[in-house]
């Protein structure tokens, strides 16, 4: 904890409420960094946090500063791109200290996770891995302010007690408030892990409320807050980039006379690109500077380049796909093998089965990559919108060759991210081109080139068929999938699906059939491949849950009751023995196993809710998916309306949410009102398609993405409650990948048409 | 040298007559609450008003608003309480933010000419305003929270 005199003002304001943390200091660090973090004396549960990097820090000299004033500053150390983390993180550590939410301010760390623990914003990762350490943080905070108004007091620190922004004697009724105590505890070393106590669930004033908004909240609605493309320096100069339209191709040549005609056009530079696979680093290209965007926008349209040749030029969406469709017609490597899958086949009265299309698609969030940069005088200084602080930290003093104190990296709010922030390359190239001008930069990815030069959702197909024997019980599942691997970001295409791919969906399958065996068939990548909000959940939900109705309508069941049956009893289901290493989200199975009754919990609450098998009016259908996904536990029905001429409609959609220990429903909420959106958009509009190797979509005409007119008329959120006995698992991605089979299930129930090919496009038009 | 009032201060443009709009506000004059999504009219989160207009800055010229006021995000309410910005917060609209500006914009124009807004009324007003995250719901629930009175 640190003491502040003064509050004075960062260089970038993009703290939720003016404020700078000077001076924290990192003594007396608790990081773990080895293993699986195990309980501590308070920890209910054990985490995965361990194997990120740098762990976790739950240290309130690193994370709580109280001013004289009483003002409490917390640190948010993980980017906030829409999910709510910057606010119910610092929340969690307000409310376990004592403090009063009004009068807490929230500022941003910049990546430095020797300092703070793993800032990689992803997977979900932020409530589940952070929840205990900053209840830590805030009752270590909290012990350190009744130990100062204790020994000022000269009583024992068991008769005061921190409450409402102030410690009281409980004896006397004396108080003091946290601004007064704010020196003397700050001069505390932090205390030892088993001093420190965690509050009775019970009295948390903030956490499981609801009532805290977002600490960004008036920034946004009145244009303040500050996102990538909203720093300025002194001497900046302006720059967008043309980039190869073919991944692997390089600059052959290029002429820039035309658009340093174009004026105020300043320069033409070349941008220094990596051999593919280059991770996160630039594919280069041709930077045009300039006095502002807009003048950069209209030089680089006059830039005339010659590409070299790209053996990615290969790559056509339409006889890709064919070749996906034959490569997962034949065995694959087997992932996974329960019971004898060959044997059920032979044996079955009936074998049914289904292929289903997933295509690729751009994460296309509302701000394009954007990032300043200014590199001088032996440092570099960024300001940029990334998930991956750290990541973007270590890449940046790789690719400069700096020291990791002369490199720092200022996080931004993020406009969306969705995974595509995940990679810092748009933040290098700022690097370089600062370097090169000897000036600070920002570079700004137009719309087209984010949606053409993506680390883009993979194309897939999944096949999937099913033995039943005379009674119609499935005996047999066979799953395969070819899909290229988002390892070809990393390493030599392993041209498959890798573990911690085939674990979202494909071999965690929670059935109880005796027979099952999944399989990866070959699929080479073309493109840049990331992660895009639930990764792999994506298609192989689509499969899986579209094939479970597929397999009620067949055998003259409902879906919901075939489903039910498919899951089977209240169990935990361990895939480990017969899968090729089962990936568990990275954290251990034994904190979260795969827990059917869970699982069956949501299916039966949001058919309850949504009022499964109700009657509907002409043109409706009701579908139900169910996900585990991230950890988390979610069910979707979305009742759609098909007009006369194949327009749909969704006029309601139900999801029920089981993700455990939670603090701040509000938000879940909306995440999951925006996965609902999200996944409407995958299964009726988004696709990137290629054409010799070149995207053939540029913006948000020929890439939709759903608007208003078209969203859920209603989405309702079911939160099953739990307490702190139940680990804490996210929200940010599990909402997708149930909508889209729910949605396409009820498309089957209104019409009879088996959507298995996505987008939905105009299939269904009459 | 193009001269505009943007939130009643008189700017001036020496430049190209044909930037957009957007990049002047943007990266000229230094009011970055104005957002660029695409660059093509398609996803509405520059909206400005242009003499009370709702318009796209990014399909406008600098040299069409020469002359006439343009009123930015940062510009609607002095003190940031315009009754679609107080509704906006009341009903926690936003998830990332970066769409917001242009969504309140486009929403404000909206409730000045039509006070009371069917839903249809809504949706065509608003379909040309994407929100990637998805917060049409409460995007809809806050214009009528607006038009009702905060």
Same mark, same amino acid.
């Given at each position: 904890?640190?003491?502040?005199?003064?509050? /004075?003002?960062?260089?970038?304001?993009?703290?939720?409420?003016?404020?700078?943390?000077?001076?924290?200091?990192?003594?007396?660090?608790?990081?773990?960094?080895?293993?699986?973090?195990?309980?501590?004396?308070?920890?209910?549960?054990?985490?995965?946090?361990?194997?990120?990097?740098?762990?976790?820090?739950?240290?309130?000299?690193? &994370?709580?500063?109280?001013?004289?004033?009483?003002?409490?500053? =917390?640190?948010?150390?993980?980017?906030?791109?829409?999910?709510?983390?910057?606010?119910?993180?610092?929340?969690?550590?307000?409310?376990?200290?004592?403090?009063?939410?009004?009068?807490?301010?929230?500022?941003?760390?910049?990546?430095?996770?020797?300092?703070?623990?793993?800032?990689?914003?992803?997977?979900?990762? /932020?409530?589940?891995?952070?929840?205990?350490?900053?209840?830590?943080?805030?009752?270590?905070?909290?012990?350190?302010?009744?130990?100062?108004?204790?020994?000022?007091?000269?009583?024992?620190? /068991?008769?005061?007690?921190?409450?409402?922004?102030?410690?009281?004697?409980?004896?006397?009724?004396?108080?003091?408030? &946290?601004?007064?105590?704010?020196?003397?505890?700050?001069?505390?070393?932090?205390?030892?892990?088993?001093?420190?106590?965690?509050?009775?669930?019970?009295?948390?004033?903030?956490?499981?409320?609801?009532?805290?908004?977002?600490?960004?909240?008036?920034?946004?609605?009145?244009?303040?807050?500050?996102?990538?493309?909203?720093?300025?320096?002194?001497?900046?100069?302006?720059?967008?980039?043309?980039?190869?339209?073919?991944?692997?191709?390089?600059?052959?040549?290029?002429?820039?006379?035309?658009?340093?005609?174009?004026?105020?056009?300043?320069?033409?530079?070349?941008?220094?690109?990596?051999?593919?696979?280059?991770?996160?680093?630039?594919?280069?290209?041709?930077?045009?500077?300039?006095?502002?965007?807009?003048?950069?926008?209209?030089?680089?349209?006059?830039?005339?380049?010659? $590409?070299?040749?790209?053996?990615?030029?290969?790559?056509?969406?339409?006889?890709?796909?064919?070749?996906?469709?034959?490569?997962?017609?034949?065995?694959?490597?087997?992932?996974?093998?329960?019971?004898? =899958?060959?044997?059920?086949?032979?044996?079955?009265?009936?074998?049914?089965?289904?292929?289903?299309?997933?295509?690729?698609?751009?994460?296309?969030?509302?701000?394009?990559?954007?990032?300043?940069?200014?590199?001088?005088?032996?440092?570099?200084?960024?300001?940029?919108?990334?998930?991956?602080?750290?990541?973007?930290?270590?890449?940046?003093?790789?690719?400069?060759?700096?020291?990791?104190?002369?490199?720092?990296?200022?996080?931004?709010?993020?406009?969306?991210?969705?995974?595509?922030? /995940?990679?810092?390359?748009?933040?290098?190239?700022?690097?370089?081109?600062?370097?090169?001008?000897?000036?600070?930069?920002?570079?700004?990815?137009?719309?087209?080139?984010?949606?053409?030069?993506?680390?883009?959702?993979?194309?897939?197909?999944?096949?999937?068929?099913?033995?039943?024997?005379?009674?119609?019980?499935?005996?047999? $599942?066979?799953?395969?999938?070819?899909?290229?691997?988002?390892?070809?970001? &990393?390493?030599?295409?392993?041209?498959?699906?890798?573990?911690?791919?085939?674990?979202?969906?494909?071999?965690?399958?929670? &059935?109880?059939?005796?027979?099952?065996?999944?399989?990866?068939?070959?699929?080479?990548?073309h493109s840049r491949i990331g992660w895009f909000r639930s990764v792999r959940n994506v298609p192989n939900t689509f499969a899986t849950q579209s094939f479970v109705a597929e397999l009620a309508h067949a055998t003259g069941r409902d879906p919901k009751d075939m489903l039910l049956e498919l899951i089977g009893a209240p169990r935990i289901v361990d895939p480990r023995k017969t899968t090729v290493d089962l990936w568990n989200y990275g954290d251990p199975f034994e904190t979260y196993p795969i827990d059917t009754g869970r699982l069956r919990g949501v299916v039966e609450l949001v058919a309850e809710k949504a009022g499964w098998g109700r009657d509907l009016p002409a043109g409706h259908g009701m579908g139900i998916a169910v996900q585990r996904s991230f950890l988390s536990y979610i069910a979707t029905v979305v009742e759609v309306a098909v007009d006369g001429k194949g327009n749909i409609s969704v006029p309601r959609v139900d999801t029920a949410v089981d993700c455990g220990f939670h603090v701040n429903p509000e938000r879940i909420t909306s995440q999951i009102e925006g996965a609902a959106i999200m996944g409407l958009g995958i299964a009726k509009h988004c696709e990137i398609t290629y054409k010799n190797g070149v995207v053939q979509q540029s913006n948000f005409n020929d890439y939709q993405v759903v608007r208003i007119d078209e969203a859920p008329r209603v989405t309702n959120v079911y939160i099953v409650p739990a307490g702190w006995d139940t680990p804490s698992s996210g929200v940010g991605e599990p909402g997708t990948p149930p909508f889209a089979p729910a949605l396409c299930n009820a498309i089957f129930a209104a019409t009879g048409k088996r959507i298995r090919n996505l987008p939905i496009g105009d299939q269904l038009a009459i | 040298m193009i001269t505009l009032s943007v939130n009643g201060q008189q700017h001036s443009y020496d430049g190209d007559p044909s930037l957009p709009l957007l990049w002047f506000l943007r990266d000229e004059a230094g009011l970055p609450g104005t957002k660029y999504g695409c660059g093509e009219a398609l996803c509405g989160a520059c909206t400005v008003h242009l003499n009370g207009e709702a318009v796209r800055s990014c399909a406008v010229q600098v040299a069409d608003a020469a002359g006439k006021n343009v009123v930015t995000i940062e510009g609607l309410d002095p003190h940031g309480n315009h009754p679609v910005q107080r509704a906006w917060r009341a009903v926690n609209v936003p998830q990332c933010g970066f769409c917001q500006a242009g969504q309140i914009m486009q929403a404000a124009a909206l409730l000045a000419t039509t006070p009371n807004p069917t839903d249809a009324q809504i949706h065509t007003a608003m379909a040309g305003n994407i929100c990637r995250c998805g917060c049409y719901q409460r995007i809809e629930s806050a214009i009528r929270t607006a038009a009702t009175g905060v």
């Open positions: 904890m640190t003491h502040i005199e003064k509050n /004075s003002l960062p260089l970038v304001e993009n703290v939720s409420r003016r404020g700078l943390l000077k001076g924290v200091v990192a003594s007396g660090s608790l990081i773990v960094a080895t293993t699986y973090l195990p309980k501590r004396a308070m920890a209910a549960w054990a985490t995965g946090a361990g194997l990120m990097p740098h762990g976790t820090v739950s240290d309130p000299h690193v &994370f709580v500063a109280i001013a004289k004033d009483g003002t409490v500053t =917390i640190v948010a150390h993980r980017s906030e791109m829409g999910t709510g983390s910057k606010t119910s993180l610092p929340m969690v550590v307000a409310d376990e200290m004592g403090a009063d939410w009004s009068r807490c301010r929230v500022v941003q760390a910049p990546g430095d996770e020797v300092k703070y623990g793993n800032q990689d914003t992803d997977g979900s990762r /932020s409530l589940r891995h952070f929840v205990q350490p900053m209840r830590q943080c805030g009752a270590a905070a909290r012990l350190m302010l009744e130990m100062a108004a204790a020994e000022r007091w000269g009583v024992d620190v /068991s008769s005061v007690e921190a409450v409402d922004h102030a410690v009281v004697h409980r004896d006397s009724g004396r108080r003091l408030g &946290f601004g007064d105590l704010a020196e003397a505890a700050a001069a505390l070393p932090t205390p030892a892990p088993d001093k420190i106590r965690l509050k009775d669930t019970n009295s948390f004033r903030y956490i499981g409320t609801g009532s805290v908004p977002i600490v960004d909240l008036f920034g946004i609605t009145t244009g303040t807050a500050t996102y990538g493309a909203d720093i300025r320096l002194p001497g900046m100069k302006y720059a967008v980039i043309a980039r190869p339209p073919v991944l692997g191709a390089k600059v052959k040549s290029f002429d820039g006379s035309a658009a340093l005609k174009v004026p105020g056009v300043e320069k033409v530079v070349e941008v220094q690109g990596w051999d593919w696979p280059a991770k996160f680093q630039p594919v280069g290209g041709v930077a045009v500077i300039a006095r502002n965007t807009g003048v950069a926008i209209k030089g680089r349209d006059a830039l005339k380049i010659t $590409w070299t040749d790209s053996p990615h030029a290969v790559y056509n969406s339409d006889s890709y796909r064919e070749m996906l469709l034959e490569n997962a017609r034949k065995p694959g490597k087997t992932v996974r093998n329960d019971g004898d =899958i060959d044997g059920a086949m032979k044996a079955a009265a009936k074998t049914i089965t289904a292929e289903y299309y997933i295509p690729q698609s751009a994460h296309a969030p509302m701000e394009p990559p954007a990032a300043t940069a200014w590199v001088h005088d032996g440092m570099c200084e960024v300001w940029a919108p990334v998930q991956s602080p750290g990541g973007t930290h270590d890449d940046l003093m790789k690719t400069l060759g700096l020291p990791y104190d002369k490199v720092k990296v200022n996080v931004t709010l993020l406009g969306g991210a969705f995974g595509r922030k /995940s990679k810092c390359d748009f933040v290098l190239e700022a690097a370089l081109l600062s370097k090169t001008l000897n000036a600070p930069v920002r570079v700004q990815w137009t719309r087209e080139d984010d949606i053409q030069h993506d680390f883009y959702h993979a194309v897939a197909v999944e096949r999937i068929e099913a033995a039943l024997d005379a009674n119609n019980k499935v005996i047999g $599942w066979r799953h395969r999938n070819a899909a290229p691997s988002l390892f070809s970001t &990393f390493m030599p295409d392993p041209k498959m699906q890798q573990p911690l791919e085939y674990s979202m969906g494909q071999v965690d399958l929670p &059935f109880a059939i005796e027979n099952i065996r999944c399989e990866v068939c070959e699929a080479p990548a | -």
